[in-house]
């Protein structure tokens, strides 16, 4: 459990500069993270006096903009020279709850439409936000270090679940949040919550809110370590396929940004993720869309295959959303 708001939010502050990145302007939380052993530029099959600056398309949020400094950060380790380019999605103008017709891409269309517009060479992504239909056109070629993949409960004071009020108000933006929230306590409250981190922030301490759910990685990587918050563990909530990786997608006919982006992948990082990003099977996420309402994948091989589903009225008769139970 954490204790103590924080006063402000770490912000990127030379977004949109053209720039070999200075340590100087990389955030703290950025130069902290471990960093593979790798030698100079030449390691990623760039010569050092390549003159292409990589524009790195991104939203305009604080944790969307910490995610594009982060590549940043790593491609300047490299001598190679980028260029912040913000943008905004329709998930961040559209403050309307998000239902299944509307969830699939609402954060990442925009971005993966200005890599086919040529307005940028890179896209940083949350992974869980991305659509499983892959762009022809686009092909993700690295995955990062992973962050935690655990959901928090965040409130005033700090609560676990248990100790909640009777008909509590949880804000989320997620079926298969609030799904599982209500199999635990099906007198909660569940209620459409939009927006960034810090304006769902707000929105709980301006009282329209008792708790709110997030993903504890955005917080971390924002540096919020004393925001009140307990983690929700495995058990009682089951994160998004790709919680808490970065996606970084290129054109595919960009050789240069291909072979250079690609040198940054971690292989651990990408295979455990694999089930939320291979091309060549019917992943986890794919599976999941045509079944229907109501189901729980209980049982998978050790290849990932599904071995057995059931039916499960406990969780689909509060919002019908899928869940992904390993055992």
């Known amino acids: 459990m954490h204790s103590g708001f924080p006063t402000a939010f770490p912000v990127p502050s030379h977004a949109g500069s053209l720039s070999t990145p200075d340590q100087s302007s990389i955030p703290d939380a950025i130069l902290s993270m471990e960093t593979p052993n790798r030698p100079p530029?030449?390691?990623?099959?760039?010569?050092?006096?390549?003159?292409?600056?990589?524009?790195?398309?991104?939203?305009?949020?604080?944790?969307?903009?910490?995610?594009?400094?982060?590549?940043?950060?790593?491609?300047?380790?490299?001598?190679?020279?980028?260029?912040?380019?913000?943008?905004?999605?329709?998930?961040?103008?559209?403050?309307?709850?998000?239902?299944?017709?509307?969830?699939?891409?609402v954060f990442t269309k925009r971005i993966q439409q200005a890599l086919?517009?040529?307005?940028?060479?890179?896209?940083?992504?949350?992974?869980?936000?991305?659509?499983?239909?892959?762009?022809?056109e686009l092909d993700m070629v690295a995955t990062l270090e992973r962050e935690t993949v655990a959901d928090c409960l965040v409130s005033p004071a700090g609560v676990d679940l248990d100790s909640l009020p009777q008909g509590a108000r949880i804000g989320t933006g997620s079926r298969r949040r609030g799904a599982q929230l209500l199999r635990a306590r099906p007198d909660l409250k569940i209620l459409p919550i939009r927006g960034n981190v810090q304006t769902r922030l707000k929105k709980m301490h301006d009282g329209e809110y008792d708790a709110i759910v997030l993903a504890d990685a955005g917080l971390e990587r924002l540096a919020m370590h004393d925001l009140p918050r307990v983690r929700l563990s495995l058990d009682m909530m089951l994160p998004a396929p790709g919680q808490g990786a970065l996606a970084i997608e290129v054109r595919r006919s960009d050789e240069l940004a291909v072979k250079t982006v690609s040198a940054l992948n971690l292989p651990a990082a990408a295979a455990g993720v694999a089930g939320k990003i291979d091309k060549s099977s019917v992943t986890i996420s794919r599976y999941l869309q045509p079944i229907g309402q109501d189901c729980i994948a209980k049982k998978w091989k050790s290849n990932g295959s599904l071995m057995k589903i059931e039916k499960s009225n406990k969780l689909g008769?509060?919002?019908?959303?899928?869940l992904i139970k390993f055992r």
């Open 317 to 322: 008769k509060h919002l019908g959303v899928l």
């Open 41 to 105: 530029s030449e390691s990623l099959g760039v010569h050092s006096s390549q003159e292409r600056v990589l524009r790195i398309a991104t939203r305009e949020s604080p944790l969307a903009m910490w995610q594009a400094e982060h590549v940043a950060a790593r491609l300047g380790d490299h001598s190679i020279p980028t260029q912040i380019v913000p943008m905004v999605s329709s998930g961040d103008v559209d403050m309307r709850p998000i239902d299944g017709k509307r969830s699939v891409g």
């Open 116 to 136: 086919l517009d040529d307005e940028g060479d890179i896209a940083v992504h949350s992974m869980k936000d991305l659509p499983t239909e892959v762009h022809p």
